[in-house]
């Protein structure tokens, strides 16, 4: 291969990996809400979650609520996996009933933290029931770090 060719392929390649590096150094949360509420929906056939994800402040309340449908609910995998206080993975309720609790406090220690994002992230199930068909989502909470 002649090397301006060589040369060329390379200066892509690392241009390319830079864009890459800067999307994956960029932090999902710019602001962090001491109280925030999510709205658990269906947009047409695809259930929706906003916002996700919902960026939650240190010892913040999270709440989730649906606007529409039947009922809704939030699953997290286990205690281990949820950023709420042990025995609170599950939260339920028809539409129009908001529930949540306080989210424990986060730090660079915990298990799920993430340093790309800059704080604890937790995935969980979203479920929305309208019209007895339920779908399914899976959003994050991100907990700001902190004292």
Do not use: E
Not at 30 to 46: E, F, L, P
Not at 50 to 62: E, F, K, R
């Amino acid at each position: 291969m002649p090397l301006n060719i060589l040369k060329a392929a390379t200066l892509a390649a690392a241009a390319g990996l830079a864009i890459q590096t800067q999307a994956l150094c960029q932090k999902p949360c710019k602001t962090y809400y001491q109280s925030i509420t999510v709205t658990i929906s269906k947009n047409g056939t695809a259930p929706s979650v906003s916002p996700d994800p919902a960026c939650v402040a240190n010892g913040g309340q999270m709440s989730w609520h649906a606007t529409d449908g039947g009922s809704w609910s939030t699953d997290f995998n286990d205690d281990a996996h949820s950023p709420f206080n042990p025995g609170k993975t599950h939260h339920a309720g028809a539409v129009g009933v908001t529930r949540g609790d306080r989210v424990r406090k986060c730090s660079t220690n915990n298990p799920a933290y993430n340093a790309a994002a800059g704080a604890c992230v937790f995935k969980y199930k979203a479920s929305h029931t309208k019209n007895g068909k339920t779908s399914v989502i899976d959003p994050q909470v991100i907990i700001q770090p902190g004292a």
